[in-house]
Every structure is written in C-alpha cells, then in structure tokens.
DNA sequence: TATTGTTATACTCTATAACTATA
DNA sequence: TATAGTTATAGAGTATAACAATA
C-alpha cells in the first residue's frame, strides 16, 4: 500500500495538535446524518404514531412469527429488560401479542393479531415514502447500495 | 430516467406489503453504524473521560476561541439549556472557562485554559488512533471520503 | 420587546441488579 | 445452577417553559 500524501505543497505542515475539522469525523457525520434520517422517519410516522424501535420489532416479528422475545431483542441490540416496555406498548394497542410456548413454559413467542397485519400494509406505505425520500436524497439506489455496504463495514465487531 | 427491475424473474412477484429486510434499511443500518462508532470512541477515551459532545465542544472552541455558548451549542444541535451543564463539567475540570463579553454583557464567550490546550494534545492522540481504526474497518481513507460524502447528503435539510 | 444564559422539569433511551417461574 | 421474562431504578440525552440580566 503506497502512502501518497494528501496535503497542498504550498499549506503549513500539519502538526499532530492540529484542530480536525468536524465535517470530516466519521462519528460526527456519521451522528448528525442518523439524527437527520430518524427526524424524517418520526415525521413520517407521526399520524401512525411508531417509533423505529416500535417499526422495528413490528417488522422482525413479520418476518419471522413465533420467536421468542430475547432473539427479537437481541437483534436489535435492545436488553429484555427495556423490550418490555416496548412489548407492553404493542400489545396494548392490539398489534402484537405474547403466546405462552407449550415447549418452554419460561419463554414467550411474539406473533402480530390479525389487526397488527392489518396495520403493517399501512406501515410499508409510510415507510417505502420515508424510505424513497432517503433515496432521493442519496441520488438514487446504488448510491444507497454504496453507502449500506460501507456502513457495514462500521459496524458489529464486538 | 429510466426504472430497471432489480428482481430475479424466478422470484415471485413482491407485493406492497412484503416487510423490508432490517440490513438494507437506511436508518437501521446507519443508527447501527453509528452505535458501533460510539462504542468504539468511548471504550478510546474511558481514561480521559471524555464523551463525544465534550470532544466537540473542545474541539470548535480550539478551532475558533471567543465564540458565545450559544453559538459553539447551535453548532452541535445542541439546545442552550444542555448546554448549560455540559459547559460546567468543562469548566470544574478546568479545560476550558466562559468570559464575559465586554461589548454584550449578557454572553459569555468560551476559551481554552492552558491546562486545556495541554489537554488537547492527548485528546488528538488518542482520537487519531481511533479514527485510524474506523478508516481501516471502511478499507481505507478513500472509502472514508465517499462515505462522509453520502452522509453529508442525507444531513441537515431543517 | 428580544436575547443570553440559566434553572427546573419531564420524557425517552439505556444499563444494571434483583426477583419469579420455569428448566 | 442457569435461563426468560419481569420489576425497579439510575444515568444519560433531549425538549420546553420561565426567569434574571442585559440589549
């Protein structure tokens, strides 16, 4: 790998305290576009009142009905004892349910009610103009395939 | 513009209501991202006990010494009233001191006390190793520029 | 009347310890 | 003894309203 300098011949030679400018910190771009893109996703989602946690376990439960309530936690990097809260709320208001296993009497799996499903068609459709709009912003899809594939690359190494 | 399908014409077609896998969700993979990055910037300065809001604010008072609170804080999205306690925590630790303005005596304008610009030496170090980190994991300081670049284009349409 | 810094307060998100019922 | 879900609680971060001093 060849070490090609980046610097103007004709600027001061950097120092090792010299001040980073903040548009060019990976986590401070990196914070400042994610606070941008949830304010748009919780505008969108106002009327519907859902949160990206709330959309979130809504989703994985759709995908993949009947696992227990820690995988869907851990998945996304939620601690069961704040999924809870977080269950309570959708249950309450008669999207998901908790089902007693019959095999593992401690644990529960988690399934949408007939009104949750209902309520998902609507949620895509908020979510795909929320999601389009993103796009747009980015210049199209393979901008949005680049920038996925270098956010992966940030993340999950613990 | 044209609209290219990106489906395998094996696949069935997909209706409007097929849930959206979590790993090329915008918002998801960025806040993941994100969280990563934190984590990573914390574990870095858990011996300076610094947090990123106090890296930043240090850092834009260096970068322009004289500044009023609610400018450095305006800068950052963070709200004059947060910005309060943030300030104090500075301050007590003796890095950096408000000054009254002689010209509004209203504001302060915020500097860096010598034991702080001392401070900012350390603080260069060991947030460079950490950048250098998150450079390797995105492949290189040319995947840092494309990536900063996406994210600019998502940020800061208020 | 408007602005700067401040206080008080509330709400969300997150983290940990301890409990219960099951295994 | 260990695990799944739960409760209680504490700490950040953030948002708003109201106040004193100053413009």
Redesign the pocket.
């Known amino acids: 790998m060849t070490v090609t300098p980046h610097q103007d011949p004709q600027a001061p030679i950097k120092t090792t305290v010299q001040p980073p400018e903040m548009s060019t910190i990976i986590g401070y771009v990196l914070?400042r576009a994610q606070?941008s893109v949830f304010?748009d996703f919780l505008d969108s989602f106002a009327a519907l009142k859902l949160?990206?946690?709330e959309f979130s376990v809504l989703n994985l439960i759709a995908q993949c009905p009947g696992q227990?309530?820690?995988?869907i936690?851990e998945q996304l990097?939620?601690?069961?004892?704040?999924?809870?809260?977080?269950?309570?709320g959708l249950e309450k208001r008669g999207l998901a349910e908790?089902r007693k296993?019959p095999?593992?009497?401690?644990?529960?799996?988690?399934h949408l009610t007939p009104q949750g499903e209902c309520f998902m068609a609507e949620m895509f459709a908020v979510w795909r103009t929320h999601e389009e709009r993103m796009i747009e912003r980015l210049g199209g899809e393979a901008e949005r395939d680049r920038l996925v594939e270098l956010l992966e690359r940030l993340s999950d190494r613990a």
Chains 1, 2 share one sequence.
């Open positions: 914070r606070l304010q949160r990206p946690a227990k309530q820690s995988e936690a990097g939620i601690k069961r004892a704040n999924f809870v809260a977080l269950m309570d908790r296993s095999e593992d009497k401690r644990s529960h799996s988690l």
